[in-house]
């Protein structure tokens, strides 16, 4: 059996999922509203200053401090049915569902979060490793619960949950520097750039 792994945003979709997310769960304006609260936390981000990981609990936490559990579960089951697929890019996902035709195990590795990702995977029937948000008493933390499944913890995430020598060919595809270490792990690893997939 081969094994195809496959990022989410911008390799499956055209869009940012987390963005369009937030924009479904509060409207434009308040997105655009709280982003300016984000901003001097961003720009700590970009002058490498700031983790990525404790940016992006920050940026969850100006958007959700205190929702429940249910909330998250209501708007992501509601975002995928209604908004997720607008934005999956058709030609990374005609590739995967050659893999599924082929027989080929599919494991979707992602930082984005597995409430609006979950319910997308159990639909095309594929594994999913990525970002898990921290809820106690049912309230959202401002944490996570997992490392934000990123850059080499989605190497770490991916040994975790798969023996790599059971596979024949490992196929890998990535948009970005966050999957550079996803990519070196693969047989053939490509790179999606727009409707464009290179060969690395």
């Known amino acids: 059996m081969n094994l195809a792994l496959f990022d989410f945003d911008g390799t499956l979709t055209t869009k940012d999922?987390?963005?369009?997310?937030?924009?479904?769960c509060v409207g434009k304006r308040k997105y655009y509203l709280k982003l300016i609260l984000f901003a001097p936390i961003f720009?700590?981000?970009?002058?490498?200053f700031m983790r990525n990981d404790k940016a992006k609990e920050i940026l969850f936490c100006i958007f959700f401090k205190d929702k429940?559990?249910?909330?998250?579960?209501?708007?992501?089951e509601n975002f995928v049915h209604y908004e997720l697929q607008n934005i999956i890019n058709p030609t990374t996902y005609a590739i995967l569902q050659k893999h599924k035709k082929d027989?080929?195990?599919?494991v979707l590795v992602s930082a984005s979060m597995k409430c609006w990702l979950e319910p997308w995977c159990k639909k095309e029937n594929i594994d999913l490793l990525c970002t898990?948000?921290?809820?106690?008493?049912?309230?959202?933390?401002?944490?996570?619960?997992?490392?934000?499944?990123?850059?080499?913890?989605?190497?770490?995430?991916?040994?975790q949950?798969?023996?790599?020598s059971k596979f024949s060919e490992i196929y890998a595809y990535g948009d970005s520097n966050?999957?550079?270490?996803?990519l070196q792990l693969a047989d053939f690893a490509f790179m999606v750039k727009k409707n464009e997939i290179q060969k690395i």
């Open 43 to 48: 720009i700590l981000y970009k002058l490498k």
């Open 68 to 76: 429940s559990q249910q909330y998250f579960q209501t708007l992501a």
């Open 103 to 106: 027989g080929n195990k599919i």
């Open 161 to 164: 949950h798969l023996d790599l």
């Open 17 to 24: 999922s987390l963005g369009e997310f937030l924009k479904f």
């Open 178 to 182: 966050g999957d550079t270490q996803m």
């Open 132 to 159: 898990e948000l921290d809820f106690q008493n049912e309230r959202f933390t401002c944490r996570f619960k997992t490392k934000n499944c990123h850059g080499k913890e989605k190497v770490n995430r991916i040994k």
